[in-house]
């Protein structure tokens, strides 16, 4: 109001001065301006201080103060802010009419609403103050123990809310904790941007206020939940407290609990009821179901029919082509009519079903209670009611997804119907805005009959989870009832049956065919399990029949190896061909798979196959065994260890097995030292001085040769002593022994035993063994040359004056 009375004052103030100037222009009279220019100055002066003030300052996004201290001192910040609220309303109003520019987003009035409903937001805190803590539900009154039927419902209904009460405000809760901190990072965005705006822009007063009275509102609401959240805090631990109390309570309420003969006859008399109006609702529905079913038909050919002139007319852009179009859709949206009116009827049953199992289950639970003596008879009551929980479970799960697909065919439906009503605005022929108004009416049936089914199908899925509920308590009381032998064989009769059915999905599951054989994963496993144990038994009695051979019969180790391992093999082929046909796979069918083989062999497997056949021959031929000795054409010396089909192990002297394959003993030429027998002569050249005796020499060798511990002589191999011959430096001998390769580690090193033996002899016999000697004869030289070559080669032959002159020629 005094912004109003200034105002007015400035006009009639501006007018004055208007005249005053005419005035003055007249008669050029100079008080008249100086007065003139002295109101304007007074009225500007005024209007200044009519101005409204700038937003204060804020230093922090939250304000503590309104949520933490006393309740006195929250109120007392709240009133005062509301105060500053009051002010800054009329400041707003002020700003009014200073402000000229035309392009703020946020109008005066909006701002004010801005501000007053920050008011009303500190009367709400002001009431969460005053607020109470709820102290969740009220414990029903109930007399035991022991406890009736009713009593035991009361404590169920009550555990039962106490733990929806618990979820609902734990959710409430973590709600609360990400609104606080989306909030929080809220105000301290605004509280930037505010503060930018104040430092710059001195002449957007409204912006100002309004960045002000959201920071303000931010505060507010941070503070009503900061209020909220401790009493929460306090209703969840009550709570948890409850819902063990309940759980505590339920249990002792079902042990303690008495079933009356009267509480039997009420189940029965409800189970009659329910069974009788599920009975009644399914003949009620039975003869519309069938007729439903029959005009589903009915449609579906004239639906045939309508797309079937779509297609015929599908190059054509005709009024009839544009009629058979809207039919189809007429057609459509009747079947889906008739399909949705069959879906509720089935949901009316399922609600029906729901009941009469509820029912049946509390009779069935009434009287299985006081079974003391029949712990079977729970068991199969626990067994049975657990596998109707799983099916209620399906059927849940089919609930739900039918309510996902209803809803996405609303969706659906409605583009649809907009479609219908494009098409109605853009119709050029009253008939055609007629049939298209018919078929958006048609639509609007349809939209109305999908929500009635949304509402049976939420209706049926909260029924699915309440009854589950239900029965899956009762049945977990039950259980303690028993023994734990008794709960164990429930628990395998229940789990690892529907593991045994899903064991035999999966094993006779088909994987491919061969020919007219389908193989399958049992198939697989069981030839792999035939082969592993029939491997393991061919094993074991090729280890069986080789010790037998070896100690029975007195066969060398290559003739039992070969034989063993020919058999082993051949074994092999025949059990795998038996184990195949045990598998139910059809042996006809082999010769593709040899086929394929063939044409593998002949492009990749070549050399495989080369060894493999080149084991058989040795292990046929015997012309290398194990235990031989053999030299490979390739340089290789040593022991056969062991011959397989594809490759052989020789091991050398020097402690390596070398895996050889077969293909080297056929393809190239093998020195073998023990194939007829294992006798082999050694040859040991040696050499003396000119000096020696030959007769004492032969003697000594012979000797040294028979001390030696390989050496083996019998008439066919006898030991000889051969004089080779006059050599440069020494008479040259060689001893010519034999010696028995088996048992050998390998030829290498044989020769040295001789040679210790020798040296030994000879050293005992004073024989001399000669070291290579030269002799340089010089035909002609100088006579310097000469005198330096006497003098160095004989100078025990120069007399004391030659060795001087020699000296002293140097």
């Given at each position: 109001?005094?912004?109003?009375?200034?105002?007015?004052?400035?006009?009639?103030?501006?007018?004055?001065?208007?005249?005053?100037?005419?005035k003055?222009?007249?008669?050029?009279?100079?008080?008249?301006?100086?007065?003139?220019?002295l109101?304007?100055?007074?009225?500007?002066?005024?209007?200044?201080?009519?101005?409204?003030?700038?937003?204060?300052?804020?230093?922090?996004?939250?304000?503590?103060?309104?949520?933490?201290?006393?309740?006195?001192?929250?109120?007392?910040?709240?009133?005062?802010?509301?105060?500053?609220?009051?002010?800054?309303?009329?400041?707003?109003?002020?700003?009014?009419?200073?402000?000229?520019?035309?392009?703020?987003?946020?109008?005066?009035?909006?701002?004010?609403?801005l501000?007053?409903?920050?008011?009303?937001?500190?009367?709400?805190?002001?009431?969460?103050?005053?607020?109470?803590?709820?102290?969740?539900?009220?414990?029903?009154?109930?007399?035991?123990?022991?406890?009736?039927?009713?009593?035991?419902?009361?404590?169920?209904?009550?555990?039962?809310?106490?733990?929806?009460?618990?979820?609902?405000?734990s959710?409430?809760?973590?709600?609360?904790?990400?609104?606080?901190?989306?909030?929080?990072?809220?105000?301290?965005?605004?509280?930037s941007?505010?503060?930018?705006?104040?430092?710059?822009?001195?002449?957007?007063?409204?912006?100002?206020?309004?960045?002000?009275?959201?920071?303000?509102?931010?505060?507010?609401?941070?503070?009503?939940?900061?209020?909220?959240?401790?009493?929460?805090?306090?209703?969840?631990?009550?709570?948890?407290?409850?819902?063990?109390?309940?759980?505590?309570?339920?249990?002792?309420?079902?042990?303690?609990?008495?079933?009356?003969?009267?509480?039997?006859?009420?189940?029965?008399?409800?189970?009659?009821?329910?069974?009788?109006?599920?009975?009644e609702?399914t003949?009620?529905t039975?003869?519309?179901?069938?007729?439903?079913?029959?005009?589903?038909?009915?449609?579906?050919?004239?639906?045939?029919?309508?797309?079937?002139?779509?297609?015929?007319?599908?190059?054509?852009?005709?009024?009839?082509?544009?009629?058979?179009?809207?039919?189809k859709?007429?057609?459509?949206l009747?079947?889906?009519?008739?399909?949705?009116?069959?879906?509720?009827?089935?949901?009316?049953?399922?609600?029906?079903?729901?009941?009469?199992?509820?029912?049946?289950?509390?009779l069935q639970?009434?009287?299985?209670?006081?079974?003391?003596?029949?712990?079977?008879?729970?068991?199969?009551?626990?067994?049975?009611?657990?596998?109707?929980?799983?099916?209620?479970?399906?059927k849940?799960?089919?609930?739900?997804?039918?309510?996902?697909?209803?809803?996405?065919?609303?969706?659906?439906?409605?583009?649809?119907?907009?479609?219908?009503?494009?098409?109605?605005?853009?119709?050029?022929?009253?008939?055609?805005?007629?049939?298209?108004?018919?078929?958006?009416?048609?639509?609007?049936?349809?939209?109305?009959?999908?929500d009635?089914?949304?509402?049976?199908?939420s209706?049926?899925?909260?029924?699915?989870?309440?009854?589950?509920?239900?029965?899956?308590?009762?049945?977990?009381?039950?259980?303690?009832?028993?023994?734990?032998?008794?709960?164990?064989?429930?628990?395998?009769?229940?789990?690892?049956?529907?593991?045994?059915?899903?064991?035999?999905?999966?094993?006779?599951?088909?994987?491919?065919?061969?020919?007219?054989?389908?193989?399958?994963?049992?198939?697989?496993?069981?030839?792999?399990?035939?082969?592993?144990?029939?491997?393991?038994?061919?094993?074991?009695l090729?280890?069986?029949i080789?010790?037998?051979?070896?100690?029975?019969?007195?066969?060398?180790?290559?003739?039992?190896?070969?034989?063993?391992?020919?058999?082993?093999?051949?074994?092999?082929?025949?059990?795998?061909?038996?184990?195949?046909?045990?598998a139910?796979?059809?042996?006809?069918?082999?010769?593709?798979?040899?086929?394929a083989?063939?044409?593998?062999?002949?492009?990749?497997?070549?050399?495989?196959?080369?060894?493999?056949?080149?084991?058989?021959?040795?292990?046929?031929?015997?012309?290398?065994?194990?235990?031989?000795?053999?030299?490979?054409?390739?340089?290789?010396?040593?022991?056969?260890?062991?011959?397989?089909?594809?490759?052989?192990?020789?091991?050398?002297?020097?402690?390596?097995?070398?895996?050889?394959?077969?293909?080297?003993?056929?393809?190239?030429?093998?020195?073998?030292?023990t194939?007829?027998?294992?006798?082999?002569?050694?040859?040991?050249?040696?050499?003396?001085?000119?000096?020696?005796?030959?007769?004492?020499?032969?003697?000594?060798?012979?000797?040294?040769?028979?001390?030696v511990?390989?050496?083996?002589?019998?008439?066919m191999?006898?030991?000889?002593?051969?004089?080779?011959?006059?050599?440069?430096?020494?008479?040259?001998?060689?001893?010519?022994?034999?010696?028995?390769?088996?048992?050998?580690?390998?030829p290498?090193?044989?020769?040295?035993?001789?040679?210790?033996?020798?040296?030994?002899?000879?050293?005992?016999?004073?024989?001399?063994?000669?070291?290579?000697?030269?002799?340089?004869?010089?035909?002609?030289?100088?006579?310097?040359?000469?005198?330096?070559?006497?003098?160095?080669?004989a100078?025990?032959?120069?007399?004391?004056?030659?060795?001087?002159?020699?000296?002293?020629?140097k």
């Amino acid at each position: 109001m005094v912004f109003v009375y200034i105002l007015s004052l400035f006009v009639k103030f501006a007018t004055n001065i208007f005249k005053g100037f005419k005035k003055m222009a007249r008669h050029s009279l100079k008080k008249y301006f100086y007065s003139s220019i002295l109101l304007i100055s007074l009225v500007f002066v005024l209007a200044l201080d009519c101005v409204a003030q700038l937003p204060p300052e804020v230093n922090t996004p939250l304000e503590n103060s309104l949520y933490q201290g006393s309740t006195e001192e929250i109120t007392a910040f709240i009133t005062q802010r509301q105060e500053q609220i009051s002010n800054i309303i009329i400041n707003i109003d002020k700003n009014v009419v200073i402000e000229t520019d035309k392009n703020i987003e946020n109008s005066a009035t909006a701002v004010k609403d801005l501000f007053l409903g920050l008011s009303l937001q500190y009367k709400s805190l002001l009431k969460e103050l005053s607020r109470t803590t709820a102290t969740g539900l009220n414990k029903p009154s109930v007399s035991g123990p022991p406890y009736d039927i009713e009593g035991f419902d009361k404590i169920i209904s009550f555990q039962r809310q106490t733990s929806l009460q618990l979820a609902d405000s734990s959710k409430k809760f973590s709600l609360l904790q990400s609104r606080l901190t989306s909030l929080k990072e809220s105000a301290i965005g605004q509280l930037s941007e505010y503060a930018k705006l104040l430092k710059t822009d001195f002449g957007k007063h409204l912006i100002l206020y309004e960045k002000y009275g959201k920071l303000l509102t931010l505060q507010g609401e941070y503070a009503l939940l900061q209020i909220k959240k401790p009493k929460l805090e306090v209703q969840l631990a009550n709570l948890h407290e409850n819902k063990k109390f309940a759980a505590a309570w339920v249990k002792e309420a079902f042990a303690e609990l008495k079933i009356t003969p009267e509480d039997i006859k009420k189940a029965q008399k409800l189970r009659a009821e329910r069974q009788t109006l599920f009975k009644e609702a399914t003949d009620a529905t039975s003869a519309e179901y069938q007729d439903l079913n029959r005009r589903v038909l009915i449609y579906e050919a004239q639906l045939n029919e309508a797309l079937s002139k779509l297609e015929a007319s599908a190059a054509e852009n005709t009024p009839e082509r544009e009629e058979a179009t809207i039919e189809k859709e007429r057609i459509e949206l009747i079947l889906d009519a008739l399909k949705l009116r069959i879906h509720l009827i089935n949901q009316k049953r399922l609600n029906c079903e729901i009941k009469t199992l509820k029912s049946n289950f509390r009779l069935q639970w009434l009287n299985n209670y006081e079974l003391e003596g029949e712990k079977n008879r729970l068991s199969d009551f626990i067994k049975k009611w657990s596998q109707e929980t799983d099916k209620l479970t399906r059927k849940q799960e089919a609930t739900t997804t039918s309510i996902s697909e209803v809803t996405l065919a609303r969706a659906t439906l409605t583009q649809k119907l907009v479609n219908i009503l494009n098409k109605k605005t853009a119709a050029e022929t009253s008939q055609l805005r007629k049939t298209l108004d018919s078929l958006a009416r048609q639509a609007d049936k349809v939209n109305e009959n999908i929500d009635k089914l949304i509402m049976a199908l939420s209706e049926n899925d909260q029924a699915l989870k309440n009854a589950k509920r239900e029965i899956e308590q009762i049945l977990d009381l039950t259980r303690f009832t028993i023994s734990l032998s008794e709960r164990i064989r429930t628990w395998s009769a229940l789990n690892l049956a529907g593991l045994h059915d899903h064991a035999l999905n999966i094993l006779y599951y088909p994987l491919f065919s061969i020919g007219t054989s389908t193989v399958n994963l049992l198939i697989i496993l069981k030839v792999f399990f035939l082969l592993f144990l029939g491997i393991f038994f061919l094993r074991l009695l090729r280890h069986k029949i080789a010790v037998l051979l070896e100690k029975k019969v007195g066969m060398s180790r290559g003739a039992i190896n070969s034989i063993t391992t020919l058999g082993y093999y051949a074994s092999l082929i025949i059990g795998v061909l038996i184990i195949l046909s045990t598998a139910g796979l059809d042996l006809s069918q082999l010769s593709i798979i040899l086929g394929a083989l063939g044409v593998g062999i002949g492009f990749g497997l070549q050399t495989i196959t080369n060894n493999f056949i080149s084991g058989i021959i040795l292990l046929t031929e015997q012309t290398v065994k194990v235990g031989d000795l053999v030299n490979l054409e390739s340089g290789l010396v040593g022991e056969v260890k062991k011959l397989a089909i594809r490759a052989t192990v020789v091991r050398t002297a020097e402690g390596e097995d070398i895996i050889v394959p077969n293909s080297e003993f056929i393809s190239g030429r093998v020195n073998t030292w023990t194939y007829g027998d294992d006798w082999r002569r050694l040859d040991i050249p040696f050499g003396v001085s000119y000096d020696s005796d030959p007769d004492e020499i032969v003697q000594l060798a012979e000797a040294a040769a028979r001390e030696v511990a390989i050496t083996r002589e019998d008439f066919m191999h006898p030991l000889r002593i051969f004089f080779e011959g006059f050599g440069d430096n020494s008479l040259d001998f060689s001893i010519r022994v034999w010696c028995r390769m088996t048992n050998l580690k390998a030829p290498s090193g044989l020769k040295s035993d001789y040679y210790f033996a020798l040296f030994r002899k000879f050293k005992d016999a004073g024989v001399t063994i000669p070291f290579p000697q030269r002799d340089l004869h010089l035909q002609s030289a100088s006579p310097e040359l000469a005198e330096k070559l006497h003098a160095l080669v004989a100078p025990e032959k120069q007399t004391p004056g030659d060795r001087i002159g020699n000296e002293l020629s140097k």
